[in-house]
């Protein structure tokens, strides 16, 4: 347990994907930190670990009690591939569905915030549906997020819609 009154953690990706899950969490620990922020972002590989097995989520439970290091947060930008706003229906929904599962992976595996990328749209052009829409999916990520218990945050993004901290 660190002697900060708050903990600090970082980003999974400060630390080179080679490693396996247990040698992230033990450098992350070496070096001072309290927890690891896991990414959800818009390749594929990392997309795809929102649909693990419950036994590859327990793998990685046992590893963060192993070495004593818990991972606290989640960055979930895949919605800049799959964003809440699209013009798209079919992309919509999977933007829905990616919250539902990032919930529930955060909840198999003890994260306590899952952090959102401020983009109605990243690919396509904004305009006030997609501001709208993208409000839509904020309500319904709040609210499933609320009935599981867990904290959501916005990250500042490169646009005029969440460009700065007002």
């Not at 080679?18 to 450098?27: N, T």
């Not at 997309?47 to 606290?72: C, F, N, V, Y």
């Not at 979930?76 to 919250?99: C, I, K, N, W």
């Amino acid at each position: 347990m660190s002697l900060r009154e708050n903990p600090i953690g970082i980003y999974e990706k400060a630390i080179p994907n080679a490693f396996s899950w247990e040698d992230k969490l033990w450098i992350a620990k070496t070096a001072g930190f309290d927890f690891l922020e896991i990414s959800i972002d818009e390749s594929d590989d990392r997309l795809s670990r929102l649909d693990w097995t419950k036994e590859e989520r327990e793998q990685l439970r046992q590893a963060m009690h192993h070495i004593g290091l818990p991972i606290k947060s989640m960055c979930l930008s895949g919605h800049r591939r799959f964003p809440f706003g699209s013009h798209d229906a079919l992309v919509r929904q999977t933007a829905y569905e990616m919250m539902d599962k990032a919930i529930t992976f955060a909840k198999d595996l003890g994260i306590e915030n899952i952090q959102l990328a401020g983009y109605d749209v990243y690919y396509e052009q904004s305009d006030e549906g997609t501001i709208e829409r993208f409000v839509e999916g904020l309500k319904y990520a709040a609210s499933r997020a609320a009935r599981s218990q867990l904290q959501l945050t916005i990250e500042i993004m490169d646009t005029p819609l969440c460009g700065t901290i007002s």
